[in-house]
């Protein structure tokens, strides 16, 4: 590789760990032609982005862009090494476990991981660095939570509401046979009658009164 290409892959290199806040550092060898391919079209199916590159290559990438921040990393750059390129900080760890077990290899091997400026270095922090909260998941659970108290309020209201409910509808039971028996008491029943009693006797009285007329 000459020097050109050389700084042309560090070019690269540096536009990746700029526009990436994470990015995993694996070591790929021992995985055959097929099970490379494989790796590669599972990456890109989940929106990971993998390279191949020499380990003085990707020091002097994270160097000329910051020494200090990138210094953890320095130590796990060694054997082959593939780059995994993500904005999900977890994805990269669950597409390595889920091809582990699918090809039944202890391969690729985790060697470091930088997630939103931490470090995590060495392969026994892949099962953790799989249950990483997203942002959107971290949201989602801060959202659940401001709305806890709110769902509270409203059921209680609506407990309330339907305990009311409930009372007034027992009191309207409750009151049913009273007013029954108040409606067929003699007293209500005579003071009807005498309202009505006009009527009845003009009706009663009204044949008798066309009869003279008819004999007119």
Same mark, same amino acid.
């Given at each position: 590789m000459t020097k050109d290409q050389k700084n042309e892959v560090i070019e690269l290199l540096k536009e990746k760990f700029t526009q990436y806040n994470n990015f995993y550092i694996t070591d790929t060898e021992a995985l055959t032609v097929a099970q490379i391919s494989k790796l590669r079209r599972t990456c890109f199916d989940k929106q990971v982005e993998i390279k191949v590159a020499k380990n003085t290559l990707i020091r002097k990438a994270l160097e000329? =862009?910051? %020494?200090?921040? #990138? %210094?953890?990393? #320095?130590?796990? =750059?060694?054997?082959v090494t593939a780059l995994m390129f993500s904005e999900n900080p977890k994805e990269p760890a669950l597409i390595i476990s889920s091809f582990r077990k699918a090809s039944a290899t202890d391969k690729p091997v985790l060697k470091a991981a930088f997630i939103n400026g931490d470090v995590y270095t060495g392969n026994e922090n892949l099962k953790a660095l799989t249950q990483i909260k997203t942002k959107n998941e971290l949201i989602g659970e801060v959202i659940g939570l401001l709305q806890s108290p709110a769902k509270r309020v409203i059921a209680a209201l609506l407990n309330h509401h339907e305990k009311q409910a409930a009372g007034t509808v027992a009191a309207v039971i409750e009151a049913a046979p009273e007013v029954v028996a108040e409606a067929a008491a003699p007293e209500v029943v005579a003071e009807v009658a005498v309202e009505a009693a006009p009527e009845v006797v003009a009706e009663a009285a009204a044949p008798e009164a066309a009869a003279p007329e008819a004999e007119a």
């Open positions: 000329s =862009l910051d %020494a200090e921040k #990138y %210094a953890g990393i #320095y130590d796990s =750059l060694h054997n």
